[in-house]
């Protein structure tokens, strides 16, 4: 075994800075292997600081299964947060994985997920502060093999610079024929780039630098063909079939420090039946697969033995559509009451059952309710085939009121194609409405605090890769504040006025998340010039440099309108078309249409839409439906 | 009923701050299946207190932390549970059952144990042996300037608070200071208590200064020995120090 004492930093480096539990490994049931029984060294990354990193479920299922392979050590690499960013590159010393607290230099793979578009450039910080060099076509066997994955990596053109390989869809799949064609490559004396063109021939995985992309006169993209006629022109996603027959980590790591998630996640199902055409997620994890709900019984009593949380929460894109949620409630409700442990509700569908539910698990006069109608009026909800009506909203929220709830978020965006005036407007007017609600339910005696509070808070719309809206027009900064003023303006004009509360997001950063959504390859100059100018925790909003960027745009010759405000033609050829996530082009395109016609299509569970996701064979899909 | 358990910190979990601890043995507690009484309420918490929190850095042979159960099956049952899902860094190295009018860990913690290194080329020119590059200590010089600092009848200690700045007087503080042969470190028994608690730290920057130095940032390995509470005062005497987990009539160790 390893001493387990060993640390990367000096004693008077680790006092120095702040939170030093967030590099000293150590944790509860994080895994230690005997280095000279391995053969291949992981270090998985989660490029954010780590109590954001360790929330993640992805990384703690992947962590699990390569760990489970008997040849090889997975170990957690985070971003270093600033204060040791500067002491790391002054005094030259190596990031290094947490677990052996050696540099990661030494491995022979580092995995980044990649989760959203604005951590870009910590990827960058990763690579840099290990002493990898930061573009993929720099590097020998010396440094580790640099794989992608996460939802990002459905269009990963803006990064392919940084990345040996990219690995699109699910990661439990296959991994271990990776892992396998890795060793018998070092094994024979293969080049990098001999690995790199087998390994782009195994599903799902991607090596970017052998594929070229040429381009038409107007900056669109003309072709985009692999080098080497072996290697597949599309990549299709990779999935599990059946959930209840893959890993799920027992054992996950337990933090010391508190962390964002600092719970047990159960993971009840992967994708989502709703269809919204804003929604990325939505598209790319279909078909919906379930897991059963004895399985779920299983994991959630042995995960919380194995890890001691006091709390455990229901993950999935839309828990309120898993089939069995009732009896798995019941049974989680009466298990934890047993044993102290709050049950953490993801945002389920307001109705009779969730508010049940709810009132059991939490104090209703603490908590607040909430509703994502995402539009503010019935016809935009419809052009972006969000499911849920104004009636809906108002009976829930009645009834949340008769059960003594007093606060209720809402949440919107701004921005959707096709979006006017009056839909901003119907926002201020939906909120007017449920704060009627509240006065008319709860009679003067009965008010806890005498007055009903909601909450509107609206974010920005970016269109995403692989949904109806990849070819809408993204809107300009200038616009967006515009809308975040007619929206206020609509607030402020309502009778209800003093019970709304009214929050927006910053507008400059969904303008460069729009450009890195959906990007091509000619940004990763850009991406890396910004890094080099100081840009990184982009995500961070104290860190965000948006002249920055904005200079280096200029400086590089990249204008951004060119990826966010234009309306791409129906036959455009996307940096990501060379994906092929199930769902295909031509149902996102009759969904683009449907949506600027305002015509609605059906959820998963109601009837077949023919979305292409059927052909993986599993799932819904094939599901008998109600 | 309560029962009192000692545990130790050691190796990197030195880095674990207080409140950490406090939710590490939350969640490790819930791991043994203990069955620990909690508090009422939407959301109830587990009933435990601890003694004088550790800084940051420092490693500890003794901490406490009291508990209250509902039931258990002996006490080497809880000692065995907990070491069963703790990593190696922490310890339970006792457990006792607490008397009915025993005084919490917070609250009756008197007095704590030190031993007190140096890291190399840290060590004050005033203590350090001739010719280690300030790596070693001199145990005469040691002896000498223990000696001298035992004999003066005040130690001023400037303070700096979030609100300007108090002066302590550190010297009734200081219980037994010696050089400690065996260990080749420097030992202090020092008043821990919530009033007058004092610090290793405080004690060597006091002498440094003294001795027309200043003790170089990050210069000392501190590890907690033993923390002590104080038996009932009896008539005209000042009750005696006990370790923490003396006054339990049953415990393991």
Same mark, same amino acid.
């Given at each position: 075994?390893?001493?387990?004492?060993?640390?990367?930093?000096?004693?008077?480096?680790?006092?120095?800075?702040?939170?030093?539990?967030?590099?000293?490994?150590?944790?509860?049931?994080?895994?230690?292997?005997?280095?000279?029984?391995?053969q291949v060294r992981f270090a998985m990354c989660f490029p954010?600081?780590?109590?954001?990193?360790?929330?993640?479920?992805?990384?703690?299922?992947?962590?699990?299964?390569f760990?489970?392979?008997?040849?090889t050590w997975c170990e957690r690499v985070y971003s270093p947060?600033?204060?040791?960013?500067?002491?790391l590159r002054?005094?030259k010393i190596p990031l290094f994985a947490?677990?052996s607290?050696s540099p990661v230099k030494d491995f022979d793979f580092l995995g980044i997920t990649i989760?959203?578009?604005?951590c870009y450039t910590n990827i960058l910080q990763v690579l840099d502060l290990a002493q990898i060099p930061l573009e993929a076509k720099d590097r020998t066997w010396d440094v580790p093999i640099v794989i992608g994955g996460g939802?990002c990596t459905?269009?990963p053109e803006p990064i392919a610079d940084f990345f040996d390989l990219f690995y699109i869809?699910?990661?439990?799949?296959q991994y271990?024929?990776l892992l396998d064609l890795y060793k018998e490559c070092r094994k024979n004396g293969a080049t990098r780039e001999e690995f790199l063109r087998k390994a782009g021939c195994l599903?799902g995985i991607y090596a970017p630098s052998l594929y070229d992309v040429?381009?038409?006169?107007?900056?669109?993209?003309?072709?985009?063909?692999p080098r080497f006629?072996?290697m597949?022109?599309?990549i299709?996603?990779?999935?599990?079939?059946?959930?209840?027959?893959?890993?799920?980590?027992?054992?996950?790591?337990?933090?010391?420090?508190?962390?964002?998630?600092?719970?047990?996640?159960?993971?009840?199902?992967?994708?989502?039946?709703?269809?919204?055409?804003?929604?990325?997620?939505?598209?790319?994890?279909?078909?919906?697969?379930?897991?059963?709900?004895?399985?779920?019984?299983?994991?959630?009593?042995?995960?919380?033995?194995?890890?001691?949380?006091?709390?455990?929460?229901?993950?999935?894109?839309?828990?309120?559509?898993?089939?069995?949620?009732?009896?798995?409630?019941?049974?989680?409700?009466?298990?934890?009451?047993?044993?102290?442990?709050?049950?953490?509700?993801?945002?389920?569908?307001?109705?009779?059952?969730?508010?049940?539910?709810?009132?059991?698990?939490?104090?209703?006069?603490?908590?607040?309710?909430?509703?994502?109608?995402?539009?503010?009026?019935?016809?935009?909800?419809?052009?972006?085939?969000?499911?849920?009506?104004?009636?809906?909203?108002?009976?829930?929220?009645?009834?949340?009121?008769?059960?003594?709830?007093?606060?209720?978020?809402?949440?919107?965006?701004?921005?959707?194609?096709?979006?006017?005036?009056?839909?901003?407007?119907?926002?201020?007017?939906?909120?007017?409405?449920?704060?009627?609600?509240?006065?008319?339910?709860?009679?003067?005696?009965?008010?806890?605090?005498?007055?009903?509070?909601?909450?509107?808070?609206?974010?920005?719309?970016?269109?995403?890769?692989?949904?109806?809206?990849?070819?809408?027009?993204?809107?300009?900064?200038?616009?967006?504040?515009?809308?975040?003023?007619?929206?206020?303006?609509?607030?402020?004009?309502?009778?209800?006025?003093?019970?709304?509360?009214?929050?927006?997001?910053?507008?400059?950063?969904?303008?460069?998340?729009?450009?890195?959504?959906?990007?091509?390859r000619r940004l990763c100059k850009v991406i890396k010039r910004a890094y080099e100018?100081?840009?990184f925790?982009?995500?961070?909003?104290?860190?965000?440099?948006?002249?920055?960027?904005?200079?280096?745009?200029?400086?590089?010759?990249?204008?951004?309108?060119?990826?966010?405000?234009?309306?791409?033609?129906?036959?455009?050829?996307?940096?990501?078309?060379?994906?092929?996530?199930?769902?295909?082009?031509?149902?996102?395109?009759?969904?683009?249409?449907?949506?600027?016609?305002?015509?609605?299509?059906?959820?998963?569970?109601?009837?077949?839409?023919?979305?292409?996701?059927?052909?993986?064979?599993?799932?819904?899909?094939?599901?008998?439906?109600? | 009923?309560?029962?009192?358990?000692?545990?130790?910190?050691?190796?990197?979990?030195?880095?674990?701050?207080?409140?950490?601890?406090?939710?590490?043995?939350?969640?490790?507690?819930?791991?043994? !299946? +203990?069955?620990? @009484?909690?508090? #009422?309420?939407?959301?109830?918490?587990?009933?435990?207190?601890? $003694? %004088?929190?550790?800084?940051?850095?420092?490693?500890?042979?003794?901490?406490?932390?009291?508990?209250?159960?509902?039931?258990?099956?002996?006490?080497?049952?809880?000692?065995?549970?907990?070491?069963?899902?703790?990593?190696? !860094? +922490?310890?339970? @190295?006792?457990? #006792?059952?607490?008397?009915?009018?025993?005084?919490?860990?917070? $609250? %009756?913690?008197?007095?704590?144990?030190?031993?007190?290194?140096?890291?190399?080329?840290?060590?004050?020119?005033?203590?350090?042996?001739?010719?280690?590059?300030?790596?070693?200590?001199?145990?005469?010089?040691?002896?000498?300037? +223990?000696?001298?600092?035992?004999?003066?009848?005040?130690?001023?200690?400037?303070?700096?608070?979030?609100?300007?700045?108090?002066?302590?007087?550190?010297?009734?503080?200081?219980?037994?200071?010696?050089?400690?042969?065996?260990?080749?470190?420097?030992?202090?028994?020092?008043?821990?208590?919530?009033?007058?608690?004092?610090?290793?730290?405080?004690?060597?920057?006091?002498?440094?200064?003294?001795?027309?130095?200043?003790?170089?940032?990050?210069?000392?390995?501190?590890?907690?020995?033993?923390?002590?509470?104080?038996?009932?005062?009896?008539?005209?005497?000042?009750?005696?120090?006990?370790?923490?987990?003396?006054?339990?009539?049953?415990?393991?160790?």
């Amino acid at each position: 075994m390893m001493k387990t004492d060993f640390l990367a930093l000096p004693d008077e480096i680790l006092l120095s800075i702040d939170k030093p539990e967030r590099y000293i490994g150590h944790e509860v049931n994080a895994v230690v292997k005997d280095l000279s029984q391995v053969q291949v060294r992981f270090a998985m990354c989660f490029p954010d600081v780590y109590e954001i990193g360790m929330s993640h479920l992805g990384i703690q299922i992947l962590y699990d299964m390569f760990n489970s392979f008997e040849d090889t050590w997975c170990e957690r690499v985070y971003s270093p947060w600033t204060d040791l960013d500067k002491v790391l590159r002054e005094k030259k010393i190596p990031l290094f994985a947490l677990e052996s607290q050696s540099p990661v230099k030494d491995f022979d793979f580092l995995g980044i997920t990649i989760q959203y578009e604005m951590c870009y450039t910590n990827i960058l910080q990763v690579l840099d502060l290990a002493q990898i060099p930061l573009e993929a076509k720099d590097r020998t066997w010396d440094v580790p093999i640099v794989i992608g994955g996460g939802p990002c990596t459905y269009n990963p053109e803006p990064i392919a610079d940084f990345f040996d390989l990219f690995y699109i869809g699910e990661g439990e799949t296959q991994y271990r024929a990776l892992l396998d064609l890795y060793k018998e490559c070092r094994k024979n004396g293969a080049t990098r780039e001999e690995f790199l063109r087998k390994a782009g021939c195994l599903p799902g995985i991607y090596a970017p630098s052998l594929y070229d992309v040429t381009y038409n006169e107007d900056g669109t993209i003309a072709s985009f063909l692999p080098r080497f006629p072996e290697m597949p022109k599309k990549i299709r996603k990779e999935i599990v079939g059946e959930l209840d027959d893959t890993y799920y980590p027992m054992k996950p790591v337990v933090p010391y420090i508190k962390c964002t998630q600092d719970r047990v996640v159960l993971e009840i199902m992967r994708g989502c039946i709703r269809g919204c055409r804003f929604c990325q997620a939505g598209e790319l994890y279909r078909p919906v697969r379930q897991r059963s709900v004895e399985t779920l019984k299983r994991y959630a009593m042995e995960m919380l033995k194995n890890t001691g949380h006091e709390e455990i929460s229901l993950s999935s894109l839309s828990s309120s559509d898993y089939t069995h949620l009732p009896e798995l409630l019941d049974y989680l409700l009466e298990e934890c009451s047993k044993r102290h442990i709050n049950i953490s509700l993801p945002s389920l569908r307001i109705d009779a059952f969730s508010l049940d539910v709810m009132s059991k698990v939490q104090d209703v006069k603490k908590t607040s309710l909430t509703f994502a109608p995402e539009a503010g009026s019935q016809r935009l909800r419809d052009v972006i085939n969000k499911g849920l009506s104004e009636e809906v909203i108002l009976s829930g929220a009645r009834e949340a009121f008769e059960g003594g709830w007093t606060r209720v978020k809402l949440y919107f965006m701004l921005g959707h194609p096709g979006e006017t005036d009056e839909d901003i407007v119907g926002i201020g007017d939906l909120a007017n409405k449920i704060a009627a609600e509240f006065f008319d339910a709860v009679p003067k005696e009965k008010r806890v605090n005498g007055r009903v509070q909601i909450v509107v808070s609206t974010s920005f719309f970016v269109p995403k890769p692989f949904t109806a809206f990849q070819w809408a027009p993204q809107c300009s900064k200038e616009q967006f504040i515009e809308k975040a003023y007619t929206c206020r303006q609509g607030i402020a004009s309502q009778l209800n006025q003093k019970s709304i509360k009214y929050n927006w997001h910053e507008a400059d950063v969904s303008v460069l998340e729009g450009v890195l959504a959906r990007g091509d390859r000619r940004l990763c100059k850009v991406i890396k010039r910004a890094y080099e100018k100081g840009c990184f925790y982009d995500a961070w909003s104290e860190y965000y440099k948006n002249d920055v960027w904005m200079e280096t745009f200029e400086e590089c010759g990249v204008d951004p309108d060119f990826y966010t405000v234009r309306e791409r033609p129906d036959d455009e050829i996307f940096p990501w078309d060379f994906i092929d996530c199930g769902v295909s082009r031509k149902f996102l395109l009759q969904e683009w249409h449907n949506s600027k016609e305002g015509k609605v299509t059906n959820n998963c569970a109601d009837k077949c839409s023919g979305c292409g996701a059927a052909s993986f064979g599993v799932g819904i899909c094939f599901a008998a439906r109600s | 009923m309560f029962i009192r358990v000692k545990f130790t910190k050691t190796g990197a979990i030195r880095y674990i701050g207080h409140l950490d601890v406090m939710r590490y043995f939350q969640k490790c507690i819930r791991r043994a !299946e +203990i069955d620990v @009484a909690y508090t #009422g309420g939407f959301s109830p918490h587990q009933i435990m207190t601890f $003694a %004088s929190p550790l800084s940051v850095g420092l490693e500890s042979q003794a901490e406490y932390m009291d508990l209250k159960l509902n039931s258990m099956t002996s006490l080497q049952d809880i000692a065995d549970a907990l070491n069963a899902v703790s990593v190696p !860094e +922490i310890r339970i @190295a006792d457990v #006792g059952l607490l008397p009915e009018n025993a005084g919490n860990a917070m $609250a %009756s913690v008197a007095a704590a144990d030190y031993q007190i290194e140096f890291r190399a080329g840290k060590v004050p020119a005033c203590l350090a042996a001739e010719g280690s590059e300030q790596s070693a200590l001199d145990p005469d010089k040691c002896r000498a300037v +223990i000696e001298k600092t035992l004999g003066r009848t005040e130690i001023p200690y400037t303070k700096v608070l979030k609100k300007g700045e108090r002066i302590l007087d550190l010297r009734p503080g200081i219980l037994e200071f010696r050089f400690d042969e065996e260990t080749n470190s420097l030992f202090l028994r020092c008043d821990a208590s919530s009033a007058g608690n004092i610090k290793p730290i405080q004690v060597l920057e006091s002498i440094c200064a003294m001795e027309g130095e200043t003790l170089a940032q990050y210069a000392l390995l501190v590890t907690r020995l033993e923390m002590y509470t104080r038996t009932a005062a009896e008539e005209g005497a000042e009750g005696e120090l006990i370790p923490m987990i003396g006054i339990c009539e049953e415990h393991l160790a």
